[in-house]
């Protein structure tokens, strides 16, 4: 069965430093992988997907993660945080024994951005 | 374009009466999803519909915990009777095929 384990239930950086949130996911097949933001008292947004046609994804708001097959990792980053981002982050992947059309979510991390 | 509508925002009743939670999807998208999100357990799938036909119940914690979707656009899902330990917040999330799930704002509900 897929799984995705996200490594740190809260990460603390400093306003301008970089963001790395670690993803981690087990699948048979070659998986459909996601990240959401969710800032509080809002539900899930989607920042970027993965489906196979580049290793490296960009998103919104500058966040970017790359695929990494070889260590079953989609890691997100971003090169300098802003305040703004301030926010839980869940990485997902696609549960392709439904064909893809559930989700299956990693427990989130926390970013908190420091002044 | 209108995202994933649910309401009520905000939910406080007493323990043992009925709560029905509502959500209108994305006008096109075929699949529909109740998850409950809390500290403890994070995100959980409750249910979810494709076609307005449920596909996997598994994650319903209990008979007191039901969900129907009449048409394409209304989904409801209810509690009866409600107990304290339902508290969470409670999303309807919408997607198109495989596309990603587009996420409501959520249903914060608090039983006293």
């Known amino acids: 069965a897929q799984s995705v384990t996200q490594l740190g239930s809260h990460v603390s950086v400093s306003e301008g430093a970089l963001v790395l949130l670690r993803c981690n996911y087990s699948s048979s097949v070659p998986p459909y992988l996601f990240w959401y933001v969710q800032y509080p008292n809002q539900g899930l947004q989607l920042l970027l997907k993965?489906?196979?046609?580049?290793?490296l994804v960009k998103g919104i708001n500058g966040f970017e993660a790359e695929f990494k097959k070889s260590e079953t990792s989609f890691h997100l980053t971003k090169p300098s945080a802003h305040m703004s981002d301030a926010a839980e982050y869940f990485c997902a992947v696609s549960d392709t024994k439904t064909g893809g059309f559930k989700t299956i979510f990693g427990a989130g991390t926390r970013l908190f951005v420091k002044a | 374009d209108a995202g994933v509508i649910q309401s009520p925002r905000h939910e406080v009743t007493e323990m043992g009466q009925e709560v029905t939670l509502r959500c209108k999807p994305i006008s096109g998208h075929d699949y529909l999803f109740w998850y409950r999100q809390t500290m403890m357990r994070g995100l959980e799938l409750l249910i979810y519909?494709?076609?307005?036909?449920?596909?996997?119940d598994s994650g319903m914690p209990e008979d007191r915990f039901s969900a129907k979707m009449p048409n394409a656009s209304f989904s409801t899902l209810k509690i009866q009777p409600s107990e304290p330990r339902d508290s969470a917040v409670y999303f309807c999330?919408?997607?198109?095929?495989?596309?990603?799930?587009?996420f409501g704002d959520g249903t914060r509900l608090s039983i006293l």
């Open positions: 999330a919408s997607s198109f095929g495989s596309q990603p799930q587009h």
């Open positions: 519909f494709n076609n307005n036909v449920p596909i996997d």
């Open positions: 993965y489906t196979s046609a580049a290793t």
